[in-house]
């Protein structure tokens, strides 16, 4: 079954950094775009970045535009978001999808906590 396992979350200064990666399992990750959200309690949750499946187009909210990066490894079915300039606005649970046909897998999320 699909599987996708985030780590790399954790509490932050502002203007700090972090690296998030996904692992998958369960399908064939090469023929896949894959992306990262990321929810607030009490709102919707938010794409932040887009990578297609050989990771040579990518796609960012505004937010983040210029200070995350979204990468893919397909030898090792990981999709890693690095996260530079952090902002308290930044504080959210980071989720990785895998849109597969017409069914979106998610992740557990890990929590990222930007603050002094």
């Known amino acids: 079954q699909v599987q996708l396992v985030e780590s790399g979350g954790g509490l932050v200064q502002p203007g700090g950094s972090l690296r998030l990666s996904c692992v998958a399992s369960?399908?064939?990750?090469?023929?896949?775009?894959m992306r990262w959200y990321r929810q607030v309690p009490g709102k919707e949750r938010e794409l932040v970045a887009f990578i297609a499946s050989s990771g040579g187009s990518t796609v960012y909210a505004d937010s983040v535009k210029d200070r995350f990066i979204i990468s893919r490894d397909n030898a090792k079915n990981t999709v890693s978001l690095q996260m530079n300039s952090l902002k308290p606005e930044d504080t959210a649970v980071y989720y990785c999808?895998?849109?597969?046909?017409?069914?979106?897998?998610w992740g557990q999320g890990t929590q990222v906590t930007v603050s002094s």
């Open positions: 999808k895998a849109v597969i046909g017409i069914d979106g897998f």
């Open positions: 369960g399908f064939t990750f090469r023929r896949y775009a």
